[in-house]
């Protein structure tokens, strides 16, 4: 682990890690570490003095066994029982390890990696208490606390409930409270945004084919011209992914020439064209695109093409598709592609 130092191998009779200290060694933010200690019982096994928190060797490795089964997806409660069980087998902790002379209930044994629950839609009240959990995280800055919470969500409820119920909500309540507070926010914005693109990356898969079972092509994913908001098309590609769809995302302002160049070379089942705001909106690159052709004479083909953001509220789109969600976006994408329609949580 990074940042460590003498402090971290202190022996027997030397102190231990101040709270600050160990927090810079593991990545979190002191308010991190307090909260696992009031949470799941994670805290220093001895205080200097009776009031300052000293962290020990044994209290360095419990952390960072915590840290790693939540950078893995584990849920907090499950990790915090497993690094407590690792660190302290039953029995092993004493008064003179700094223990308190009654123990505290044994902590059942965890398995090394827990049962992940199947993903399922939250109820309401359950994605709110998600999201403000997660804006409180990003509004102090907490990184580590920011990536636990979405990777959390994600293994509790699939890609597309998170995104929908919890992901998009709170980054949307976050733009809210910067555009209220005269771009007091904005770090808070960019960090979290920032962490929702990578969690959504490290959760979009690798498809094997190209082309799908009826000798379709990929679905392509770009931001119109002007555009740099990609997070929804992240979203979007990590679903589809999930669902065994080839896809090719170019991501944010991909100029006209190389859409229409693309679209030529790939022969796409469909394109999504992303547009937050009506600025950016080219219904005639969009009607351009849905009337480009492939193929041999009397077989030839055209891309399903899917109009995604508010940017093309009010506008008229004969033929193209405008899903106001994730989930609606799927059906016909993956139908085009030629795999069957999701019928689970993804």
Do not use: I
């Not at 962290?55 to 950078?71: F, G, H, I, K, Q």
């Not at 092993?92 to 044994?109: I, M």
């Amino acid at each position: 682990m990074p940042g460590s130092g003498r402090a971290g191998s202190a022996g027997a009779g030397e102190p231990g890690l101040t709270t600050g200290a160990l927090a810079r060694r593991l990545g979190v933010s002191p308010t991190t570490l307090r909260s696992w200690d009031r949470r799941y019982g994670m805290g220093p096994a001895a205080r200097a003095d009776g009031r300052h928190r000293r962290w020990t060797p044994r209290d360095v490795t419990m952390l960072e066994t915590m840290c790693r089964l939540t950078a893995a997806g584990v849920p907090p409660a499950d990790a915090a029982r497993a690094a407590k069980e690792r660190a302290c087998p039953a029995g092993s902790r004493s008064p003179a390890d700094g223990a308190p002379a009654v123990a505290p209930p044994a902590v059942p044994a965890a398995p090394a990696v827990p049962a992940v629950p199947a993903p399922g839609v939250p109820s309401p009240g359950a994605a709110r208490q998600e999201g403000r959990g997660l804006a409180r995280a990003a509004v102090r800055l907490d990184a580590a606390a920011v990536g636990e919470r979405l990777e959390t969500a994600v293994d509790r409820y699939g890609v597309v409930a998170a995104w929908q119920d919890v992901m998009l909500p709170t980054l949307h309540a976050v733009g809210r409270r910067w555009e209220s507070s005269g771009d007091r926010y904005v770090e808070v914005e960019h960090l979290l945004s920032w962490q929702v693109s990578t969690t959504l990356r490290r959760h979009t898969r690798q498809p094997v084919a190209t082309a799908g079972p009826a000798g379709a092509g990929p679905v392509l994913l770009a931001c119109v011209p002007g555009e740099q908001h990609t997070l929804a098309l992240e979203a979007l590609n990590a679903a589809l992914s999930r669902l065994g769809v080839a896809t090719r995302m170019f991501g944010a302002a991909v100029p006209a020439d190389a859409l229409v160049a693309a679209v030529r070379r790939l022969g796409p089942a469909a394109v999504v064209l992303w547009a937050q705001a009506r600025s950016t909106a080219s219904l005639p690159l969009a009607e351009h695109v849905a009337a480009m052709e492939w193929g041999v004479k009397g077989a030839r083909a055209q891309p399903l093409v899917m109009l995604g953001g508010p940017g093309w509220a009010g506008r008229p789109a004969p033929g193209m598709l405008r899903p106001a969600t994730l989930t609606e976006a799927l059906t016909p994408l993956v139908t085009a592609y030629g795999t069957p329609p999701p019928t689970e949580p993804t």
